[in-house]
């Protein structure tokens, strides 16, 4: 039955990426901090400004801590996410030379970086492919389906990996993300367009 899910979303979502916009893995990690409990839309409108103001570790490091949370806010949740920012970026800057790590244990040793952000760091900023990224919308369609009966994230990620061949877990990462934006959303999924349909537990609908 993977196959075929695979197969599908792979029909229906064939230009599937990564929808933060970035230019350095320093952007992305800070971008993806940004989009917990946000959308990437409102992060990629937050960042241009942000990203002209301060490029570096070190700038984000010494940068006023007032000033940094009115540049985030729109984000929401802005007093954590700020902190973590400037936390994280004085680690990169002082322990690694300015240079986001390319490991899961360096990055998620990170304050704010959990194993979801650096799954996403590490494989589009990389291309280097631990796991899967389990964001709400991953979880979402995982327990709809019936891949995987788990609240926590690093539970549904590990059920995910277990049934998904490893060689297929870089496109998921990405087509789990569309699928749960554009028709297995929270509140009203789309069951009757679903390229999954036939294979869907619909738990929970």
């Known amino acids: 039955m993977i196959k075929e899910i695979i197969k599908a979303f792979e029909t229906k979502y064939p230009n599937a990426e990564c929808s933060l916009n970035f230019n350095t893995p320093l952007e992305l990690l800070i971008a993806v901090m940004l989009s917990a409990q946000s959308t990437d839309a409102m992060v990629n409108k937050i960042t241009p400004r942000l990203f002209r103001e301060l490029k570096t570790a070190k700038d984000f490091s010494e940068c006023d801590i007032k000033k940094l949370e009115v540049l985030v806010k729109s984000s929401g949740f802005y007093h954590n996410k700020a902190k973590n920012i400037k936390a994280t970026c004085t680690i990169i800057d002082k322990k690694y030379n300015g240079i986001v790590p390319k490991t899961m244990e360096e990055l998620t040793?990170?304050?704010?970086?959990?194993?979801?952000?650096?799954?996403?760091?590490?494989?589009?900023?990389?291309?280097?492919?631990?796991?899967?990224?389990?964001?709400?919308?991953?979880?979402?369609?995982?327990?709809?389906?019936?891949?995987?009966?788990?609240?926590?994230?690093?539970?549904?990620?590990?059920?995910?990996?277990?049934?998904?061949?490893?060689?297929?877990?870089?496109?998921?990462?990405?087509?789990?993300?569309?699928?749960?934006r554009e028709t297995c959303t929270a509140r009203n999924p789309k069951c009757d367009v679903c390229c999954i349909n036939k294979w869907c537990k619909k738990e929970g609908v």
């Open 109 to 180: 040793a990170l304050p704010g970086v959990g194993r979801k952000t650096a799954n996403v760091v590490l494989l589009n900023a990389f291309n280097i492919c631990e796991g899967i990224a389990v964001d709400t919308h991953a979880k979402r369609i995982a327990n709809r389906i019936g891949l995987s009966d788990k609240d926590d994230a690093l539970k549904v990620e590990q059920d995910l990996l277990k049934i998904i061949p490893k060689k297929d877990w870089y496109k998921m990462n990405h087509l789990l993300v569309y699928h749960g």
